[in-house]
């Protein structure tokens, strides 16, 4: 038995739709997804961008709510960074954590932070620190520069297990704020985020 020979037009007709269903399921275009939402890449190898903001906004919340801040002598209360040790099996730029923190204590008006003093003598913002120098200077006075109150310091850390084929990594921010006066801690915190499966995935 003899069938008859679809058309071009009519074979065509035919796959289209199947192959639209194959190609059309993934796209493999980039596109912008939102830094803080579910589609974001989540891999076991580094500290991913929701890893950041979530261990920051948390932090965040923890130091503004304990009440620390409005004991300060002079509001706002002045604030540098220290060190921020990264323990962790990667290059890491430590910014990625201070620098939201920083923002959103100044935002909240209870901080200001200073750029003129750093850790080793290096201010971060050298300009300001010349011009500060500079003002002390034709001013007579001996020190323009406002000291701060409170120092921020912490440490990165990580811990990585395996059973079978299912990896797990652990990522710890630990953050202490340290009154320069009395040298002691009057704020701390510690987050932890837990990764685990066997390979890098979208969404979380």
Do not use: H
Not at 73 to 100: C, F, G, H, W, Y
Not at 174 to 186: D, H, I, P
């Amino acid at each position: 038995m003899k069938y008859p020979r679809l058309s071009s037009a009519l074979f065509a007709a035919a796959v289209l739709p199947v192959s639209l269903f194959f190609t059309g399921c993934e796209s493999t275009d980039a596109k912008y997804v939102d830094s803080k939402g579910p589609e974001t890449v989540v891999s076991l190898d580094q500290i991913n961008i929701q890893d950041w903001t979530n261990a920051s906004d948390q932090m965040i919340s923890s130091l503004l709510t304990s009440g620390v801040l409005e004991r300060a002598p002079e509001q706002p209360a002045i604030m540098a960074v220290s060190r921020i040790v990264n323990n962790t099996q990667q290059q890491v730029d430590t910014d990625m954590l201070t620098k939201k923190i920083r923002v959103a204590l100044n935002q909240s008006g209870k901080v200001v932070t200073t750029t003129t003093i750093g850790l080793g003598g290096k201010a971060e913002d050298p300009l300001a620190k010349d011009a500060a120098d500079m003002n002390a200077f034709m001013s007579g006075e001996k020190q323009q520069t406002k000291m701060p109150y409170y120092t921020l310091s912490g440490k990165l850390l990580e811990d990585r297990a395996r059973a079978g084929s299912t990896r797990q990594v652990t990522y710890t921010f630990q953050l202490s704020l340290t009154e320069v006066r009395s040298g002691l801690a009057v704020w701390e915190d510690e987050k932890q985020i837990t990764k685990q499966g066997k390979k890098a995935s979208v969404g979380w």
